[in-house]
C-alpha cells in the first residue's frame, strides 16, 4: 500500500470533494441528474450528520462539474473519502461490502450546515490532526525554496542530506511502471491521455536520473575532498614532529584526534555503502526471479493445477473444463503476487486473505510445491532461487488462514 501523506496537494483533493458535496447538498450545481441520494440526522444539533448515499463515478462527474481545473480520479475519489474517515474520524463507513466497491454509503459528522463553515473547520481540523514529520517536510520544502536568495549555509545542506533517501522500493514501482506502460504500448490499448500523462512522467524520470549522475560525480569529488584532507593532516603531523618540542606535541596530539575522527567516518560509509549493495544485489536477484515468473506465469499455472490435480484423481475425475481454468487463474493471481513481492523486496501483500473457490488447500500446496520442487529453472542465479522459494514457502504457511 502507498504511504500515505498530508501535504497540500492531498488536502487540497480532499477539501475539493468535501465542497463538491456540499454544494450538491445545497443545490448549488445547474444539473442536479447525478445519481446521489442524502439527507440530514439531527441537523439543529452542533455536529449536524449528512448521509449520502453514491458512487465513485457519480462523485468524479461531481468534480468535472465544479469549479476547479481537471477532475479527480476514481482513485484519488476513493483516498480522499478514506482520509475522512482514517484520519479526520468524520465520515462512517455504512457499507456492508467495501473491498473494491465503486458504490459508497457513508454519513459525514459535520461542524454545521453551512458550506463556508465546514469548509473552515476542515482546515483547522485538518492541520490540528497533522503529524509532525508531515509538517516538518512542508517546512523544508520553504526552506530550500528560499535557501537560493539567504547566505549559503553548510548546516542547511547537512541537514537536507541527511533527510535525502532513495527508496529503491520507489525505484522498483517507477520501473514496474515503465514495464506496464510498455506492454500495453505494444497492444495498441493506450489513449492519448495515457500517452501524454506518460510523456511527462518520463521527463520527470529523466531529470531524476540526471540528477543521480550529478550526485554520482559529487560523491567521487566528495571522496578526492576527504583523501586530500587526510594526507594534508599527514603531512603536517609529519612537519610538527620535526619541530619536536612540547607546545608542537599538543597540536599533534589534537590533529592526530581529527585525522582518527575522519578514518572512522570514512570506515562507517564504507560500511554503509557495502550494506546498500548488498540490498541493491538481492533487488536485482528479485527482478530477476520476478521476470522469469511473468513470462512463464500461465503456462507454470496451467502445468502446476495440472500436477496438482493429478495427485487427487477423485477431485480431477469430478474436475468439470470451467473449474479447472478457475483453477489455472487462481494459481496466475498468486504467481503474480509472488513477482510483486519479489520486485518490492516484502511479503505483506501474501498476507492478505483471499478465496480459494472451490478447491481445497491441499490442491494449491500441491500446486506450488511442484513449481518450486520442479519447474524452476537451474539458470536462475542461487540468490534469485532462493528468494523465490522463500515467496512460495510464506505463500504455503499463509494458506491456512485464507
Not at 186 to 200: A, M, P, S, V
Not at 255 to 269: A, C, G, N, P, Q
Not at 345 to 351: A, K, P, S, W
Request: charged content about 35%; some cysteine; proline content about 2%.
Amino acid at each position: 500500500m502507498a504511504k500515505l501523506t498530508y501535504g497540500p496537494q492531498v488536502k487540497a483533493r480532499v477539501k475539493r470533494l468535501l465542497e463538491a458535496l456540499l454544494r450538491f447538498v445545497n443545490g448549488e450545481f445547474e444539473d442536479s441528474s447525478f445519481k446521489m441520494e442524502h439527507h440530514w440526522n439531527n441537523e439543529d444539533s452542533a455536529n449536524p450528520n449528512l448521509i449520502v448515499r453514491t458512487t465513485l463515478v457519480t462523485l468524479n462527474f461531481l468534480t468535472l462539474k465544479d469549479n476547479y481545473p481537471g477532475e479527480l480520479t476514481k482513485p484519488q475519489i476513493r483516498e480522499a473519502l478514506n482520509l475522512l474517515k482514517d484520519f479526520l474520524k468524520i465520515l462512517k463507513d455504512n457499507r456492508t461490502t467495501t473491498k473494491g466497491s465503486e458504490n459508497w454509503h457513508f454519513t459525514l459528522t459535520l461542524w454545521s450546515k453551512d458550506k463556508e463553515k465546514n469548509l473552515q473547520q476542515f482546515d483547522e481540523a485538518w492541520e490540528s490532526s497533522r503529524p509532525k514529520k508531515s509538517k516538518d517536510l512542508e517546512e523544508n520544502f520553504r526552506k530550500y525554496e528560499n535557501v537560493a536568495t539567504n547566505d549559503f549555509q553548510v548546516e542547511f545542506i547537512l541537514e537536507q542530506l541527511n533527510l535525502l533517501a532513495l527508496d529503491s522500493k520507489s525505484i522498483e514501482w517507477i520501473k514496474l511502471g515503465f514495464r506496464v506502460f510498455e506492454r500495453r504500448r505494444r497492444t495498441g490499448k493506450i489513449l492519448k491521455k495515457h500517452e501524454e500523462e506518460f510523456n511527462y512522467f518520463k521527463e520527470q524520470v529523466l531529470a531524476l536520473i540526471s540528477m543521480s549522475s550529478r550526485l554520482s560525480l559529487l560523491a567521487d569529488q566528495a571522496r578526492k575532498i576527504v583523501h586530500e584532507a587526510q594526507q594534508s593532516l599527514e603531512d603536517e603531523i609529519e612537519e610538527l614532529r620535526k619541530l619536536g618540542n612540547n607546545k608542537t606535541n599538543d597540536i599533534i596530539h589534537f590533529l592526530e584526534l581529527e585525522k582518527t575522527e575522519i578514518k572512522h567516518k570514512v570506515e562507517s560509509s564504507e560500511r554503509v555503502l557495502e550494506v546498500i549493495k548488498k540490498f541493491e544485489k538481492a533487488l536485482e536477484a528479485g527482478k530477476e526471479a520476478a521476470e522469469w515468473l511473468d513470462t512463464n506465469r500461465e503456462k507454470l499455472a496451467k502445468r502446476s493445477g495440472d500436477a496438482a490435480l493429478a495427485k487427487y484423481p477423485d477431485i480431477e475425475n469430478s474436475t468439470s473444463v470451467e473449474s479447472r481454468e478457475d483453477l489455472y487463474w487462481k494459481i496466475t493471481q498468486y504467481l503474480a503476487r509472488i513477482s510483486h513481492c519479489l520486485i518490492m523486496g516484502r511479503n505483506n501483500i501474501l498476507d492478505e486473505p483471499d478465496s480459494l473457490g472451490s478447491f481445497s488447500i491441499d490442491i494449491y500446496k500441491a500446486a506450488f510445491s511442484y513449481i518450486k520442487t520442479k519447474r524452476i529453472p537451474k539458470r536462475l542465479s542461487i540468490e534469485a532461487t532462493v528468494q523465490l522459494k522463500a515467496c512460495i514457502d510464506y505463500l504455503l504457511d499463509r494458506f491456512p488462514d485464507y
